[in-house]
């Protein structure tokens, strides 16, 4: 079942329809969805599909030449001296009708013939863009595609003609592909980042606590490993970036803790948190309209790293002896915390689609509040192009909403000054008290989203 990836398969059929030579690059983080999206597209188009491993140049021209010859029905009789001899093959193969040729993982293809990318850089400038082919880069390394393919300092910087970067699923598509309850469902938006491979693997005929249980609290579990593997994939070391996330994990969240905690100087924590970022792993934020960078603070952004590290990682020696039944009753507490943290990103996603305010700013506020004469916060803060503000509170929790959190919200929301209009939304995993429903009805400016609003049109 193939789900969601409308607006992917359209871009990638149109290019593919072009008469001209394409040259697309498809990126995104490991798991996503990468291959499937592409696959799907190429239905129908005479396609080279060559999926990349580590090894020899020598092997890796075989392996070229046995795929082209399987899908183009060539025979066994080709063989190829190099990587151009190859591409100027195909590049004949395409003079006269389209062929789509798909270097899948390519990053392992440019580790294995490391003229790769100027080779390619020198055909698409004098052979390719008489064809009709059309060339599809495809890989999972992160850093490898943002910048030996897309960067300025790239041979092949300025050539691609269409650029596809995959993100994670909302949670309409969670909804879709997990088949679980409403609730279930932003569980496990909140556990896999929206990964569509992550999803697949949870059960929707389960108890949530038997998914996690099975997934991550036995060592055959498939995402026991699954955050190692990654770094392993990604990073040569990734001792010290563990040390930092499983850190993090516990609640540290600025440099000079981070320093302090892991025993590194803060320029090499920053090196690292940097790197971190740039695998989509980490973020950092500032308390909404704050300016002063020194008040940053970093979480992890990645919903599969933040569960792992936050309940997972710390107890995965007892999980390697089979005990866990203290885990579980741990995960009963600390999972509705975890989830509310993640709730809140999908709350803001859901406000910025359906809120009608052409947002120039979005994020929490945090602060000493002078009212209160305690430090308070607002979860979610965003400012439109007409200065317009919304404010919202997102309460993943057993009880339903009532006055009390929505005068709250009004009170807080007194710390950021605006003369414009303001709107105030609600989210509930529970529902709303009659009062405020009734008093909802009242104000215009008030909104109240329950749970299965949030999923169902998210």
Not at 137 to 156: A, I, N
Not at 223 to 233: D, K, R, S, Y
Request: with cysteine.
């Amino acid at each position: 079942m193939f789900i969601g990836r409308v607006e992917e398969i359209e871009e990638l059929r149109k290019a593919f329809d072009s008469p001209s030579f394409e040259f697309i690059v498809v990126s995104g983080r490991r798991r996503i969805g990468k291959t499937t999206l592409i696959s799907k597209a190429c239905e129908g188009y005479r396609t080279v599909f060559h999926l990349s491993v580590i090894t020899t140049e020598a092997k890796s021209l075989a392996d070229l030449a046995k795929n082209t010859a399987l899908s183009l029905n060539e025979g066994d009789g080709i063989s190829f001296t190099s990587f151009e001899a190859y591409l100027d093959y195909l590049a004949l193969k395409a003079r006269d009708e389209s062929l789509v040729l798909v270097l899948d993982e390519f990053p392992f293809l440019a580790q294995s013939i490391p003229e790769a990318i100027g080779i390619l850089q020198r055909c698409i400038d004098l052979k390719f863009k008489s064809t009709h082919l059309k060339l599809v880069l495809c890989g999972s390394s992160v850093s490898f595609m943002e910048h030996q393919v897309l960067g300025q300092k790239s041979p092949l910087y300025g050539r691609r003609t269409v650029q596809i970067h995959l993100r994670a699923f909302g949670l309409r598509q969670t909804k879709q592909l997990f088949g679980g309850s409403d609730e279930d469902t932003v569980i496990v938006q909140a556990i896999t980042g929206g990964v569509p491979l992550y999803i697949s693997y949870f059960d929707p005929r389960l108890a949530m606590n038997e998914n996690i249980r099975n997934l991550f609290l036995r060592t055959g579990g498939l995402l026991f490993n699954e955050p190692m593997t990654i770094m392993n994939m990604e990073m040569g070391d990734p001792r010290v970036a563990f040390n930092l996330l499983e850190i993090i994990g516990n609640g540290v969240n600025k440099v000079s803790e981070l320093s302090d905690k892991s025993g590194l100087s803060a320029p090499n924590v920053s090196y690292h948190l940097a790197m971190l970022q740039e695998l989509g792993l980490v973020d950092k934020k500032l308390p909404f309209s704050e300016t002063n960078r020194k008040k940053s603070i970093w979480f992890i952004s990645d919903g599969l790293f933040a569960f792992y590290f936050s309940c997972i990682y710390p107890f995965r020696s007892l999980i390697e002896r089979g005990i866990i039944g203290g885990i579980e009753e741990m995960l009963k507490e600390s999972l509705p915390r975890f989830v509310g943290r993640q709730f809140e990103r999908m709350c803001a996603d859901y406000l910025l689609r359906s809120s009608g305010l052409l947002a120039t700013a979005i994020g929490s506020w945090w602060g000493w509040d002078p009212r209160t004469r305690r430090e308070e916060e607002i979860d979610i803060v965003a400012k439109g192009l007409d200065g317009e503000m919304a404010f919202a509170e997102c309460k993943f929790t057993n009880d339903k909403v009532g006055n009390v959190v929505y005068d709250t919200l009004l009170e807080r929301s007194k710390n950021i000054p605006s003369t414009k209009a303001r709107q105030y939304w609600l989210f509930s995993r529970t529902g709303f008290e009659g009062g405020l429903v009734e008093r909802a009805g009242k104000e215009p400016g008030l909104t109240l989203i329950e749970l299965r609003q949030l999923v169902n049109q998210s």
